[in-house]
């Protein structure tokens, strides 16, 4: 059975590539196929990823200092893949990857990170975080409004639909009207002893852009200013935050995995603001042993137990944040790491491969059945590819 993995592009390695690390490790001898492929050589071999199919966008001027502004051009260039020789495609979709054109003897399985948001719900964010004005702004919206047609249409086109978090699939419901189990994404688990003795500091961690609300977690440590925040993360919101920070908030800028899971294990708590599809880095923190403060809206509803390794804020503003830390701060004691810890376990690698590997054999299967064949067990030979059960 030859298989192609189709994933929107390759830039730099978030949530979704490690995804895409994990599907490559259930299907090793897949061929890939992304938009463009940007990623240095030290990122590729992190996610275990060889040579790539890149479409014509590869070639265009500027496409790697400024993709965003091709978005017009994705859906025309995702559709000219030839997957004609291939039994089974599966597409790693946050935007176009669904889109692939694909025939009625083949099984496409989309895993949903998350319908374009920017078209859908956030398009009013989107354009007002822009700066478009006059006839920039409507311009925007009318290729928003094309973008959401195309996406409508072609959300018809895989035969099984997965979705990284309950909140996703609740989202793919409302914008196309199809159903999609539920497999979350794979996190990487921490292997170190549990620290005996925390620091004195929250943590924050992320890319510093406005819809991760790190300004509101800043904001709320001035109406805290006996408590100490570190925010790790670099990004365009940089230099405005310190500007607004307290001597109680410090900056450490970019920090590697490594650090990052060292700050996460001597944190009193991890504070996250962002209403995430799931958020991987949550996760994380809990891996780590550290109890989560979090904004109670999407996949943090779903990766944070509330009074057990975390609690929730209701808004994500400076007064409901800092109501969470002191709430916190009061019961600080009843929080585990291992219950943290064996929290953050439900969302393994090795669990992500078996359920990821399931779902699409179940969905092979089907397609064998209406098609009148007999399915080969691709599922099986994935996993003793990915490490065994």
Request: some cysteine; proline content about 5%.
């Amino acid at each position: 059975m030859r298989v192609a993995v189709i994933h929107d592009w390759l830039y730099v390695v978030g949530g979704a590539e490690l995804v895409l690390k994990e599907i490559l490790a259930c299907y090793p001898q897949a061929d890939v196929f992304t938009l463009f492929d940007f990623l240095s050589p030290a990122d590729r071999r992190k996610i275990g990823l060889g040579t790539t199919t890149t479409s014509f966008l590869q070639k265009l001027p500027f496409m790697k200092t400024h993709h965003r502004s091709f978005l017009p051009l994705m859906p025309i260039a995702i559709e000219q893949f030839d997957l004609s020789g291939y039994d089974l495609v599966i597409s790693s979709s946050c935007a176009v990857a669904k889109g692939v054109l694909t025939g009625p003897d083949q099984v496409h399985v989309s895993y949903v990170h998350s319908p374009m948001r920017y078209a859908w719900d956030l398009q009013h964010s989107y354009l007002d975080q822009s700066g478009f004005k006059g006839l920039k702004a409507a311009a925007a919206r009318y290729l928003l409004h094309r973008l959401r047609i195309w996406d409508s249409r072609t959300a018809a086109g895989p035969n099984v639909m997965l979705a990284n978090s309950a909140f996703i699939a609740r989202r793919i419901r409302k914008v196309y009207s199809r159903e999609a189990s539920v497999v979350c994404p794979p996190v990487t688990l921490s292997t170190r002893d549990p620290v005996t003795s925390r620091g004195n500091h929250f943590l924050a961690a992320s890319r510093l852009v406005p819809y991760k609300n790190i300004e509101q977690i800043v904001r709320a440590f001035a109406l805290l200013p006996d408590q100490q925040l570190i925010v790790a993360g670099d990004g365009p919101e940089a230099a405005r935050l310190r500007a607004i920070a307290g001597p109680n908030v410090s900056f450490a800028g970019y920090v590697g995995n490594e650090e990052l899971r060292r700050l996460m294990a001597t944190a009193r708590a991890f504070v996250f603001a962002a209403e995430e599809d799931f958020g991987i880095i949550t996760v994380e923190a809990q891996s780590e042993g550290t109890p989560v403060l979090a904004l109670g809206r999407g996949g943090s509803r779903e990766t944070v137990i509330e009074g057990s390794t975390g609690l929730f804020f209701d808004e994500p503003t400076p007064q409901a944040i800092a109501r969470c830390v002191s709430d916190f701060i009061e019961i600080e004691q009843g929080f585990s790491p291992h219950d943290c810890r064996r929290n953050a376990s439900r969302f393994s690698a090795r669990r992500f491969r078996r359920e990821f590997t399931e779902a699409v054999q179940q969905a092979v299967r089907q397609g064998a059945k209406e098609r009148g064949e007999v399915a080969l067990p691709v599922a099986f030979a994935g996993l003793i590819g990915a490490g065994g059960l």
